[in-house]
Nanobody
Framework: QGQFVESGGGLVQPGGSLTLSCEASGFTLDWHAIGWFRQAPGKEREAVSCVGGDGGGTRYSDSVKGRFTISRDDTTKTLHLQMNNLKPDDTAVYYC?????????????????????WGPGTQITVSS
């Protein structure tokens, strides 16, 4: 069973930046839309961002819009999430996953059960 493997997490001060990466393991990254998600302690997993199979058609949650940038490199089969101006509320485990059916981010792109190949996640802690 394939999964994504996330990396790049760590401890960062408020206002700082981090870049997360995500690679496919056990399957070939192809034309499906891919999303970033996060889960804070005691909270449900929530969608952060989505990018279509051609690298276009991005989506962002209101909480990260203007601060986070999603991108994909189909040459290296890697997904990235550039996170700027990080806030304590961004503290969470971050995951990537692939839309199970479509190449573009759906209208309901934030519904987590539409995605597959979940990885173990990478922890982001924003604290001074």
């Amino acid at each position: 069973q394939g999964q994504f493997v996330e990396s790049g997490g760590g401890l960062v001060q408020p206002g700082g930046s981090l870049t997360l990466s995500c690679e496919a393991s056990g399957f070939t990254l192809d034309w499906h839309a891919i999303g970033w998600f996060r889960q804070a302690p005691g909270k449900e997993r929530e969608a952060v961002s989505c990018v279509g199979g051609d690298g276009g058609g991005t989506r962002y949650s209101d909480s990260v819009k203007g601060r986070f940038t999603i991108s994909r490199d189909d040459t290296t089969k890697t997904l990235h999430l550039q996170m700027n101006n990080l806030k304590p509320d961004d503290t969470a485990v971050y995951y990537c996953a692939q839309d199970s059916m479509f190449p573009n981010c759906r209208v309901n792109w934030a519904v987590t059960h539409l995605y597959e190949f979940w990885g173990p996640g990478t922890q982001i802690t924003v604290s001074s």
